[in-house]
């Protein structure tokens, strides 16, 4: 087999994906809550968190760069800092903002399922599988 190690092993680029996923989501629900609240405020432009954009990046390897840890235990890059929330030249539509925040927590949920699945499928592998 490979030489990587049992964590990397374990916790593959599927896991990374699926928790930046819900970093964004996360952040999505930040962006859309601003803008409900914003509504009623005067030249308040709707703010939106390109997901598309985003996920389609983080899928072409040539253009993910990666930070370099000095050591193993420092934490990954701020999802927050590296993300350009794109301002709509419209005026917040409170139905569409609903809706879209509606969206969005439906794919969180769809998220964080994929990773209970892909945790229930660990465990069985390491408790039932080996019987």
Known sequence: MNNLPVSRKLFDRTFSFIERSLDLRSLGHKVL????VNAE???YHAREVPFQKILEKNMDPSM??????????HLPEDPESEVEVETSEEAVDIDKEMVKLAENNLMFQVGVQSLIKRF???????????R
């Open 33 to 36: 809550s601003g803008n409900i």
């Open 41 to 43: 405020t005067p030249e």
């Open 64 to 73: 993910n760069v990666q930070l370099k840890r000095t050591h193993p235990r």
């Open 120 to 130: 229930e499928a660990l465990r069985f592998t390491i408790t039932d599988a080996g």
